[in-house]
């Protein structure tokens, strides 16, 4: 009999690990959106889970915290008093909104139509394709405008960088491609050269725009009054920015900027639809290290709710006392509770195991691979290097299968912006020489990459044609491949014809 029972508890133990394993494999493969969506899920099924904070949220509270003291700890407990009809109305609304589509133009689509119209160099054409690619719903930056200028491009400078920008703005609708609907206010106001000087005052900096907190017009004539008493007594005043001529303005004067900024529009983008480009947040960071001359690879744990174990029923499970033998049916009920507790902490705890097996396998792979494409992260994506799941796999020493889980749909942020994590994975191409006596300063030398990567012949492809878009005769696909044959790069004229392709470069009857 007591062989009978260690059978069993060992065939459950053998269950229980399968099940976590499960578990922490679906876990891995998820894309952080749909990861957000899964704790959101679990933490709505499993009251033993909370949410403590969320930093992507507004006002996020605990997933239980409004029932909390009504809580009886049981799998039946009802929270909310909707009633099954009202539930099923408020499903048929949400789906009939769900079903109509959005059939507005995209705001992307409606700023390229634009751009494609304007005479523009290729550095800023392409620089203006990549900011307008880069606005949300709401018309603001989602990356940071500075993350697009290439270090090593000479012509990316922040003179084009500020170029480029002004010309989205100055696109229809005016005021987008700005950090804030602050900022897209002052844009407009400048553009419309309408604005006084104290409307451009007000809208300039966060801290003026603070002034119209409320927008009762005696208080802020007060805050603007305070605030140039303030920089009288410093010892050097600012003199960039907006400069007001006086020093006292009249009501009038405020209500007149008042009614000006009110003709604005906060948010320009609004009249438009969503494009079919997403918002990414990265799943690891990747920072230069000046001090070492090497990298920090960071989990963004920042984009994902933090969880924690309900206090309440670890406090139950642990001051729960039921006599053996009694029968009541308040004990009963105690007993109910009392597993009902336990099985939720258990599977809240096997749930948040699963996030940190996710979070310690991506961390681990990540920074595997930033060793692996040290080169990339130094130069750039010309210098990206072959490399394969297997590999991290052996070093990891894992299954090849839980690396492709992971790279699924995750991304990687460095200074040359942000990547899917299986663009780090890409095969041999051409073997170069290992003592090439071909390359040229600013070209791959053998010690960089040996073979070359998919991207680093492009990047080869794509230097061959800039230093030879002058001759008279086009170089053909077969003379490029002769070329990189010369420095030791060895692939077919039909790759070089492919690349090309995929580059968007003319064969050589269109250049």
Known sequence: MQQRASQIMSQSQVQKMSQTQIMSLKVLAMSGPDLRNEIYSYAAKNPALEIKSDSLETGVKSSRAEVANSSRFSDNTHYGLSSASGNAASDNFQAALESNADEREPLSDHLMHQLNSMKLSEEEKALCSRLIYNLDEKGFHILAPVSFLNPENPVHTEELLDKCLCLVQHLDPVGTCTNNYRESLFVQAKISGQASALSLFLLESQEHFEFLNPPQSQKIQKKISDWLSEQKKLKFNKKDGIQLSKEDFTIEEIELSLDFIRTLDPYPARNFGTSQTNFVSPDVIVTKNEEEDGFTVTFAREFLPKLEISKDYTSLIKSSEIKEGDTSEQSERKRAELKFARNS?????????????????????????????????????????PLRQKDIAQKLGLHEATISRMANSKYLACEWGIFPIGYFFTNAVGKAAENSSQNTEGTHSSEDSSPLSKEGVKYEIARILEEHKKDKKALSDQKIADILAQKGIKVARRTVAKYRSQMNLNSSYGR
């Open 345 to 385: 902490v258990n599977e809240a705890k096997v749930f948040i195991e699963s996030l940190l097996y996710r979070e310690s396998t991506i961390l681990k792979a990540a920074q595997e691979i930033v060793s692996a494409q040290i080169l990339f992260f130094k130069k750039g994506p010309p210098y990206l290097a």
